[in-house]
């Protein structure tokens, strides 16, 4: 269990918030009440708890310091992270910190994005791109993954009746 806390100023109002890297449900400012932008990073001991275990999607950002392009990616996924604030948690993972995560999700190329849903990965994606380009990435797969989640509670229902 880790009790790591991180500070993340909000975007509404300047507070500024102590936030658990993992905790149930999402953080909200302790000032105004707005979602907070949830933006934390793991490693290989604390992934489990920090990406798999959180309630909202989850987008991974597999990077490492001597990356240019994800130097420019990671701005861009901050600000994904703002703009859905309360609908998505942004775990930074520091490829040459963390072997064991690097080998399980087979990352060849940094930056490897990755959308994680209640620890099961939805979508993937190498390499940087623009904001507008992500967005669409991570909008999409949201709606894919609502579809995804009716059909499963339909086919549970009708398990039921039969
Ligand atoms: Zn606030």
Known sequence: MTNATT???CP??????????AA???????N??????????????????????????VIVDMWATWCGPCRMVSPVLERLAVERAGDVKLV??????????????GVQAVPT???LHHGAVIARQAGA???????RWFDDA?????????????????????
């Open 32 to 57: 105004c009440h707005n979602a907070l932008p949830w933006i934390v990073d793991a490693l290989d001991d604390t992934f489990a708890e920090v990406a798999e275990k959180a309630d909202p999607p």
């Open 113 to 115: 994005l990755m959308i």
């Open 142 to 162: 949201m709606e894919k993954d609502a579809r995804d989640e009716d059909r499963a509670a339909r086919d549970s229902e009708q398990g039921h009746r039969s």
């Open 7 to 9: 500070i993340i100023r």
């Open 12 to 21: 509404n109002c300047g507070h500024k918030n102590r936030v658990p890297l």
């Open 129 to 135: 791109a623009p904001v507008d380009v992500l967005r």
């Open 24 to 30: 149930a449900g999402h953080p909200r400012c302790g």
């Open 92 to 105: 930074k993972v520091d490829v040459d910190r963390a072997p064991r995560l690097s080998s399980r999700f």
